[in-house]
C-alpha cells in the first residue's frame, strides 16, 4: 500500500509554493523517472533512505534526512532504498527564493542535502517526526512556510506575471511578453534565471509538455499529430523528440509504463511519472 496525501497551498503562501505533500509505502516499481515541472522540490525523509538521481546533469544523492532538487529540464530519478516515509514541498517556479531563501540559479540541475541548504529544514524535521497523522504534518509544513524568506518582490512579480502567461501561451514570443512587463528580453531572460534558475523559452517547454501529459489519458487513445498540432509543436517528430527529453523515453514507452502501473484514477494524478516494474 502507498499512502499519498496532497494540499494545495492557498493564500499567499500559495504564490510560493503549489502544494505540500506526505507520502507513505512502497512505490510501484524499483524506481521511477518523474518528468521536470519547472518547479524546486525539497523532500524532509523520515524512514528509509531515498536515492535521487539527476539524469544527464548533477550527482546522485542517498538522502537519509532530505532532499532539495532544484530546478531542472530532464527527469529526476526517484529510487527509495526501502520504504517511503517522506514529506515534501513543491514551489512554484518562482518560489524557490521566498520559500526557502535560496538563489534557484545555483541549485539547477542538481540534487543537494535539504538539511545542509535550508536553514529551517532540521527544526522542521524534528517537529514532523512527532507528527501522528499526514494532516498534522502537513499543518507543520504549511506553519513554516507561512512567513516567506527575503526576496526581491519587484522582480518576483515581473517573473510571476510571465510565468502566467507562459502557462496559458506556452509558444508565445519571450519578446512580446518582456515588451508587455516594461522590460527587453534580454533582462527578463536575467530575472528568469535568478528568480526562477531556467530560461523563459525552457520553462515555456516544460509547461507546455506538463499540460501535454496532464491532459491525455494514458487509458485510451492519444492522437500523437492531432496533441502536437494543437500545443504548437511544428510536428510530431519535433513533440517526440522533445517527449524524450522531458521524461526519458519515447510517447509510446511512457504510455506502457503508466498502462502497467496505473489504472484510469492512478493515471489521473500520476501524469509525469515513469515507473520501472520489479
Known amino acids: 500500500m502507498f499512502e499519498y496525501v496532497p494540499r494545495r497551498v492557498g493564500g499567499e503562501t500559495g504564490r510560493f509554493v503549489e502544494w505540500v505533500w506526505f507520502a507513505r509505502g512502497r512505490i510501484a516499481g524499483v524506481r521511477e523517472r518523474i518528468a521536470p515541472t519547472g518547479s524546486t522540490v525539497a523532500g524532509i525523509v523520515l524512514g528509509d533512505p531515498i536515492r535521487q538521481i539527476p539524469v544527464g546533469e548533477g550527482a546522485a544523492l542517498v538522502a537519509d534526512r532530505g532532499f532539495l532538487i532544484g ?12 520504504e517511503t516515509f517522506c514529506v515534501g514541498i513543491v514551489t512554484t517556479p ?34 514532523l517526526t ?25 522582480a518576483f512579480a515581473r517573473c510571476e ?19 508587455g ?6 533582462h527578463l531572460d536575467r530575472l528568469f534565471i535568478e528568480q526562477v534558475g531556467l ?4 520553462l515555456a517547454r516544460i509547461l507546455r509538455m506538463r499540460r501535454l501529459l496532464a491532459e491525455i489519458d494514458v487509458h485510451g487513445s492519444v492522437g500523437w499529430a492531432d496533441k502536437a498540432a494543437e500545443l504548437g509543436w511544428f510536428d510530431q517528430a519535433h513533440l517526440i523528440r522533445d517527449f524524450k527529453r522531458h521524461t526519458g523515453g519515447t510517447p509510446a514507452q511512457y504510455l506502457a509504463a503508466q ?10 494524478t500520476s501524469a509525469g511519472f515513469v515507473p520501472e516494474a520489479r
Open 94 to 127: 518562482v518560489g524557490c527564493r521566498p520559500a526557502l531563501g535560496l538563489r534557484p540559479a545555483t541549485l539547477r540541475g542538481r540534487v543537494v542535502d535539504l538539511l545542509q541548504a535550508w536553514p529551517r529544514a532540521p527544526g522542521l524535521r524534528r517537529e
Open 130 to 154: 512527532a507528527c501522528r497523522t499526514p494532516a498534522e504534518a502537513l499543518d507543520v509544513v504549511v506553519a513554516t512556510l507561512r512567513t516567506p524568506e527575503p526576496f526581491d518582490r519587484d
Open 161 to 179: 506575471a510571465a510565468v502566467r502567461q507562459l502557462s496559458a501561451e506556452p509558444t508565445r514570443p519571450v519578446t512580446d511578453i518582456a515588451t
Open 259 to 268: 498502462r502497467a502501473t496505473y489504472d484510469r484514477a492512478e493515471a489521473a
Open 181 to 186: 512587463l516594461g522590460v527587453s528580453h534580454g
Open 71 to 82: 530546478p531542472h529540464d530532464r527527469p529526476i530519478v526517484n529510487e527509495p532504498l526501502g
Open 199 to 202: 530560461s523563459p523559452r525552457m
